[in-house]
């Protein structure tokens, strides 16, 4: 250990400058990249990469020869086996990748202000149409571009307000029965389709409507909000998930939290990156 510990010292001392800044570049590359691609898919394909690797070393140590060879030859043509197993997450998270907006890579993002507005209006058109038990599913952009599934829908390029989502939803309005997409603060198109999950875990009583926001979720980064047409039930769709049940005040917070947040840390500094790295700051919708 002692040995250990001396390497290590002697290898900080032999350190120069370009090596420290080698360091921080890399660590930022890695702290911007991962969220950007961190969708199921993705981590899927991350959790079997390294269940493949602890497996061979645990048939090492144990030395399980047969089992450790067979581990060993998969990983030697591993490069072209990964791909073509893998061929539609990988083309998935190039996509996302690809699709990612430069400005916001760099943390440049629309105002806390004007979003502050936008979320307002969204969630009071969210509350009067679960009053009235109108169906809506909107969808709010962020860094994975949609454009995909504008061609599916009518495009709008106006303002959000309560008032213009309220009427695209409206039972009789041509577009109703499709999603709202938001985009840099603006609904940029109605009536769209999106592809629906293959998660078979859901409840039963889920319609077509929650499907496709949990199926939007899975295959980008978008947060998606859905009002049950059935029920008047207010729910969230992020990363695959759903969170159902959320009365206005809730809504208004999660949206919040993940719609203002990256603009809230640029302001906060450094502080605000260490938060979140190491998990300090709690989900809103858990507090609730």
């Not at 980008?220 to 998930?241: L, N, P, R």
Request: with cysteine; charged share 20%.
């Amino acid at each position: 250990m002692e040995q250990i510990l001396r390497d290590l010292l002697q290898t900080i001392n032999n350190m120069q400058w370009s090596d420290y800044l080698d360091i921080v570049v890399v660590a930022l590359l890695i702290y911007k990249l991962l969220p950007l691609v961190r969708t199921p898919h993705t981590m899927r394909l991350a959790r079997t990469v390294v269940l493949l690797v602890v497996a061979a070393w645990i048939t090492d140590v144990m030395k399980l020869h047969t089992l450790n060879w067979i581990l060993s030859q998969f990983l030697a043509v591993g490069l072209l086996a990964f791909v073509v197993l893998f061929q539609p997450e990988l083309r998935q998270m190039i996509n996302h990748l690809g699709s990612v907006q430069l400005r916001s890579f760099f943390g440049i993002n629309k105002a806390t202000q004007e979003m502050d507005a936008i979320i307002t209006q969204t969630v009071l058109a969210c509350e009067h149409m679960s009053r009235e038990k109108v169906g809506a599913l909107i969808v709010f952009e962020r860094e994975h571009k949609l454009d995909e599934y504008f061609k599916t829908g009518t495009t709008i390029d106006g303002l959000t307000t309560e008032q213009l989502l309220r009427n695209i939803f409206f039972p009789k309005a041509a577009l109703h029965d499709g999603a709202a997409i938001i985009r840099e603060g603006r609904i940029a198109a109605a009536g769209c389709v999106l592809p629906l999950t293959n998660n078979t875990h859901l409840p039963p009583e889920l319609g077509t409507r929650h499907r496709a926001g949990v199926g939007m979720s899975e295959v980008s980064d978008a947060i998606v909000v859905v009002v049950s047409e059935e029920t008047g039930t207010i729910s969230v769709a992020e990363g695959g998930v759903l969170k159902r049940h959320l009365a206005p005040q809730t809504l208004d917070k999660l949206l919040r939290s993940r719609l203002c947040s990256t603009s809230e840390e640029a302001q906060r500094g450094f502080g605000g990156i260490i938060r979140k790295l190491n998990g300090w700051e709690a989900d809103e919708h858990e507090k609730e």
